[in-house]
């Protein structure tokens, strides 16, 4: 497996000496009214019992039903609840990257607000990063509640990204981690508009490690991806993280170069020893249509690169807040000063 996991003791760390960090829960949600009141109850029950202070961030992802209704009834009760509500419905990495940009605590832990990542693994993460890991992240081992044919392709996905991309990427790992204040400040740094989240974890580096466990099937309402968005988010991580596609129209274009070669100087030899019968329509309309099929493909490629760079040129801002109601935890500092967060739009 390409994928390596440094395992030497690590004491060279600067962040979270205390025994208590707190702890920033990042939880993006579009429409999830069936399923937020109890990843709620659960998380918190979680929480309590670890004893440091901790916020939970939700971020509403422009939800259409009462999402963030309820959200508003939870924080009216839980003071430990920030709510970060975004313009529109941004999807979810950006969602994530609003939540991520709002936490402060000394660790932050990114979950689906579905149930599907358990919060109960949170005091294992937590275990992990006392040992010295800046990132804990969860790995399925098995996926329950999904059909074959999304394993496969799910598998075969990882496969192929795996052996296209210039960072390692762990296999069958979903944004289900706990990240050190200093990763998270990192990640912040990373502003590009196509956020291929999985890559991105992997390209800021640092020590990292894997916890395993059974992924659940959601616990209410229906998952948001249909095999298009896969098919999209699969192209997204393979240009976001790789340019072999783009290296391939060349090999490929070598290839069919030499063959025609070699094929010329055949017919030439042929035309020669046996003379020209006016025949060969089918095998000349094969070469074209071939040739011309691999010239759009390529035309293609190129097209999605440069739809890429057309994107980022713009330098919009990944996001725009519709509001951000923190928590009232006062007590909840870190390395950031709280006090001067901006609460409006930021790039
Ligand atoms: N999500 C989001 N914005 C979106 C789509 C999804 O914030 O546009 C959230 C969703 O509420 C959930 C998480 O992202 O908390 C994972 O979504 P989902 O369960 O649909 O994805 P899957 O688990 O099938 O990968
Ligand atoms: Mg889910």
């Known amino acids: 497996m390409a994928y390596s996991h440094p395992e030497q003791p690590r004491n060279s760390r600067m962040a979270g ?4 960090p707190s702890i920033s829960i990042v939880v993006p949600a579009y429409n999830e009214e069936e399923v937020l009141q109890e990843f709620h109850n659960r998380t918190t029950e979680v929480l309590s019992t670890l004893g440091g202070p901790y916020e939970i961030v939700y971020i509403n992802d422009g939800s259409t039903d009462r999402t963030l209704s309820l959200m508003h009834e939870i924080r009216d009760i839980d003071p430990n609840v920030t709510i970060v509500d975004l313009s529109r419905n941004f999807g979810k990495e950006i969602a994530l990257t609003a939540g991520l940009d709002q936490s402060r605590g000394d660790v932050v832990i990114v979950i689906d607000a579905d149930l599907q990542d358990p919060p109960e693994l949170i005091p294992q993460f937590l275990a992990e990063w006392k040992n010295g890991f800046d990132i804990v992240y969860a790995v399925r081992t098995d996926r329950a509640g ?8 799910a ?10 991309s210039r960072v390692p990427i762990p296999k069958d790992t979903g944004d289900f981690r706990l990240m050190s204040r200093r990763a998270v400040d990192a990640l912040g740094r990373l502003r590009e508009q196509h956020r291929f989240m999985k890559g991105l974890f992997s390209w800021i580096g640092y020590p990292s490690k894997p916890i395993y466990y059974r992924r659940d099937a959601r616990a ?3 998952t948001k991806w249909n095999y298009w968005q896969l098919w999209n988010f699969a192209v997204e991580g393979i240009t976001s993280f790789s340019i072999a596609p783009l290296k391939i129209a060349t090999y490929v274009g070598l ?4 063959i025609s070669f070699v094929y010329a100087i055949y017919i030439v030899y042929k035309t020669l020893m046996f003379g020209d019968p ?8 094969v070469v074209i249509l071939f040739l011309g099929g691999v010239q759009l493909v390529f035309t293609g490629v190129i097209g999605e690169y440069l739809g890429r760079v057309f994107d980022e040129v713009k330098q919009r801002p990944l996001y725009l807040l519709n509001g951000v109601h923190e928590s009232r935890m006062a007590s909840l500092g870190s390395t950031n000063d709280m006090n001067v967060r901006p609460t409006d739009a930021r790039v």
């Open 146 to 153: 999904e059909t074959w044919l999304k394993k496969t392709t």
């Open 17 to 20: 000496s205390a025994a208590s």
């Open 155 to 164: 598998l075969g996905f990882y496969r192929l990204i795996q052996s296209v």
């Open 278 to 285: 006016i025949r060969g329509y089918p095998s000349l309309m």
């Open 255 to 258: 290839a069919t170069a030499s």
């Open 220 to 222: 209410a309402g229906e």
